[in-house]
């Protein structure tokens, strides 16, 4: 496996392996920006209690990320099922990275995004 630089915009675009998310329910792979909206309108209404999957540590990346706490560089992982290239792993991480971008955070002062392939 090689790391490979990827851009935000790419980032966004990427399929991943979730057709539902955070009770938004899919019959189709989500994009990681998919997943970003679906995240931003579902985050006001879930509580921590019933957040089972633990999605909302999305917020907590997100603030480490801005806050230079986040101490490596954030990197997706892909695989491919039935013939589709998909983020299998770091889909928190990159949604977190995503909103930080659309918060007006340049990428230079957010960690190297890269995804693993």
Request: charged content about 25%.
């Amino acid at each position: 496996m090689a790391l490979r630089p990827l851009s935000a915009k790419e980032l966004a675009d990427a399929p991943t392996l979730f057709a539902s998310f955070m009770g938004h329910i899919g019959s189709r792979h989500k994009t990681v920006g998919q997943l970003l909206a679906i995240y931003r309108k579902r985050s006001r209404t879930i509580h921590a209690a019933e957040d089972r999957a633990d999605d909302l540590r999305v917020d907590r990346f997100m603030d480490d990320m801005a806050s230079k706490r986040w101490r490596a560089d954030v990197i997706v992982r892909i695989g491919v099922f039935d013939g589709s290239v998909l983020v299998i792993d770091g889909i928190h991480r990159g949604i977190a990275y995503l909103a930080c971008i659309e918060e007006g955070i340049s990428p230079d002062r957010l960690p190297a995004l890269h995804m693993n392939c």
